[in-house]
């Protein structure tokens, strides 16, 4: 069963729509799915990887599916969707997988790419 990452927050999933319910899921899911296990502090400085990734994640996996209807996803497929949406830790900024080095946008040595891609 998918826990809640964040204490006393919005608990009540959802899907099917572009609100709160949905973005709260998708945190949720990458959180689980990326294993990540942060404190709060850095979550509320947006300075984790799944709180970097759940809007973009919300509305391109999670507000699309129907509301009502039951879905399955994979620690697998979020993994790989993580993957194909690399994302600096310090500025945000989308990342090329060719560079493992630096942020080109900010120049800070700290991209955020899955063990799988590491050298």
């Not at 319910?21 to 799915?33: K, M, S, V």
Request: glycine fraction near 10%; hydrophobic fraction near 35%; charged fraction near 25%.
């Amino acid at each position: 069963m998918l826990k809640h990452p964040l204490t006393g927050c919005f608990n009540r999933f959802a899907w099917g729509d572009g609100g709160r319910g949905p973005a709260e899921l998708a945190y949720a899911l990458l959180a689980d799915g990326l294993e990540e296990s942060q404190p709060p502090e850095l979550v509320a400085e947006g300075r984790t990887r799944a709180w970097r990734l759940h809007q973009e994640f919300k509305e391109q996996i999670v507000s699309p599916w129907p509301m009502g209807e039951g879905w399955r996803m994979t620690r697998q497929q979020i993994k790989q969707w993580a993957q194909d949406h690399a994302v600096c830790v310090d500025c945000g900024a989308k990342s090329d997988i060719g560079d493992k080095e630096r942020c080109l946008t900010c120049q800070v040595a700290q991209i955020y790419f899955p063990e799988s891609v590491r050298r």
